[in-house]
């Protein structure tokens, strides 16, 4: 329940058996209102407990030692989302079924490869972001990075973790669907336009083929 305190383990940057601390601020969020679309997880629990890379993926536990999330992003300091226990116990089984019935095969998509994980910015985020003073005031949608893909176009474009992306090759960005058309795209480089912070950087970009 909100104000519940949760322990989010993991390892963090390659830190083992690290644990951070923090309360539940949200027991039901839906990912529309975080700006995430085609999401199969109906709600996260949202927490201010630090999941970073490493901690995504494990448990996170309240003070009766029950394993209530698993651990599957962080936005921006004092914002973090796990996936509800009762869904990832759904999943495994309906997971089971389908590897049982033979169901499932491999899809292939011709979109071509940045090296990003992302969240669309949606009225919340974008405020949380400018009341801390880490998105400039003129901004009004694009999306987040949230991690990069060590030695990908990504990282060799420049892009940093928490930067924020408004235009690809001048066209307004105003969540991941309008990234992936592009990528789907042959267009090279792409000219991105980026906010970090309050600094504003035009920077290109060389999405591989996968």
């Not at 993991?10 to 830190?15: I, R």
């Not at 997971?95 to 292939?108: L, N, T």
């Not at 009225?123 to 901004?139: A, C, N, W």
């Amino acid at each position: 329940k909100p104000g519940e305190f949760v322990v989010a383990m993991g390892s963090p940057l390659s830190l083992s058996n690290t644990i951070t601390a923090g309360v539940v601020s949200n027991v039901s969020r839906p990912p529309t209102e975080m700006g995430l679309q085609g999401r199969d997880v109906p709600e996260y629990i949202q927490t201010d407990a630090a999941i970073t890379f490493g901690n995504s993926g494990g448990p996170l536990i309240n003070l009766d030692g029950e394993a209530i999330g698993i651990n599957s992003m962080k936005v921006t300091p004092g914002i973090s989302f796990a996936i509800p226990i009762d869904y990832a116990k759904e999943f495994l089984e309906k997971s089971a079924e389908a590897h049982k019935s033979g169901y499932g095969k491999k899809r292939h998509g011709k979109r071509r490869y940045a090296g990003i994980t992302m969240v669309s910015l949606n009225p919340q985020i974008i405020d949380e972001l400018q009341y801390r003073g880490q998105l400039h005031s003129s901004v009004t949608h694009g999306i987040l990075i949230y991690s990069i893909v060590v030695q990908s176009p990504a990282q060799k474009a420049g892009l940093h973790v928490g930067d924020v992306i408004t235009h690809i090759n001048d066209q307004a960005i105003h969540g991941s669907r309008d990234v992936y058309k592009i990528l789907e795209g042959q267009v090279s480089p792409l000219k991105l336009t980026v906010w970090r912070g309050k600094q504003q950087i035009i920077m290109d970009i060389y999405p591989e083929d996968h």
